[in-house]
Nanobody
Framework: QVQLVESGGGLVQAGGSLRLSCTAS????????MGWYRQAPGKQRELVAA???????NYADSVKGRFTISRANAKNTVYLQMNSLKSEDTADYYC??????????????WGQGTLVTVSS
């Protein structure tokens, strides 16, 4: 079993910053990629940023230049540094990981979500 635990959400004023963290634990052999998604009320879940083991990144156009994804491989942890936050960034943020578990099982694992609220 593999779990993702997120932290770092909260309330921030527009223009401010937050850093989200997500740590994977459990029967992990390796992690191929980790990423962050978000879902605003009444909207579909969307990719915010993703990072593969080889360092490749992918960002939503709406966050390019403001958000940075990074990873501490030794800690199975991924971070999302969010700067210049806007009211439209308000959403539940979910961590996701593409995991190879012991037993050669490939799993897509999701965290429970952390709420980010940006006040204007």
């Amino acid at each position: 079993q593999v779990q993702l635990v997120e932290s770092g959400g909260g309330l921030v004023q527009a223009g401010g910053s937050l850093r989200l963290s997500c740590t994977a634990s459990g029967s992990i052999f390796s992690i191929n990629a980790m990423g962050w998604y978000r879902q605003a009320p009444g909207k579909q879940r969307e990719l915010v940023a993703a990072l593969t083991t080889d360092g490749s990144t992918n960002y939503a156009d709406s966050v390019k230049g403001r958000f940075t994804i990074s990873r501490a491989n030794a800690k199975n942890t991924v971070y999302l540094q969010m700067n210049s936050l806007k009211s439209e960034d308000t959403a539940d943020y979910y961590c996701s990981a593409d995991v190879i578990a012991y037993g050669n099982r490939r799993l897509e694992v999701w965290g429970q979500g952390t709420l980010v609220t940006v006040s204007s």
